[in-house]
């Protein structure tokens, strides 16, 4: 079974769609390309330090992010189906320095993993609708009861980093 089929939203998955005012091809690229990904991923205020960046099915991203107490919390994405201008899909875990997966850093038993898909549909007018799809993968009941409470606090999250995307995306358009 794929895990992209398309399903309805359900009680254990974060769903957000956001329409960004940029066309698809820019907004996959700022996917796509190390240097862009590496200037809106994540929380304001946190930079990120790519330890590696390989945009591709069987590839990864490893990431690093700067905390403002001095530590450095690592992530990675291995990316499964890259679909080119409409989806994005990977694994997203928490990680060591070196890349290996770990725990995340902070209060309850959450999933080693995390399964992320970014669509985007064209919306007209150069416009492109993001739909963000998070489930958690694999879970023992106690890892998905953590997801489902933490929900709220990753849309947040997903929210903010996203609005950094935005902010990118206004840039380049301005620009050009």
Do not use: C
């Amino acid at each position: 079974m794929n895990p992209f089929t398309p399903t309805p939203p359900t009680a254990e998955e974060l769903l957000i769609t956001r329409t960004l005012k940029a066309p698809r091809p820019v907004v996959f690229r700022a996917f796509a390309e190390r240097e862009q990904l590496e200037a809106w991923w994540g929380p304001k205020g946190f930079p990120l330090e790519v330890r590696h960046f390989d945009f591709r099915p069987g590839g990864r991203f490893h990431y690093g992010m700067h905390m403002p107490d001095g530590s450095i919390m690592w992530g990675k994405f291995d990316y499964l189906e890259i679909d080119e201008p409409q989806k994005i899909g990977f694994i997203n875990s928490f990680s060591d320095e070196a890349g290996g997966t770990t725990r995340a850093p902070f209060e309850g038993i959450w999933p080693l993993e995390m399964l992320n898909e970014f669509t985007l549909a064209e919306a007209g007018d150069n416009q492109t609708l993001l739909t963000l799809r998070v489930k958690a993968l694999n879970a023992s009941p106690e890892e998905q009861a953590t997801f489902n409470e933490g929900v709220a606090d990753m849309r947040e999250g997903f929210n903010g980093t996203i609005d950094s995307l935005v902010e990118l995306l206004e840039k380049a358009t301005t620009t050009r």
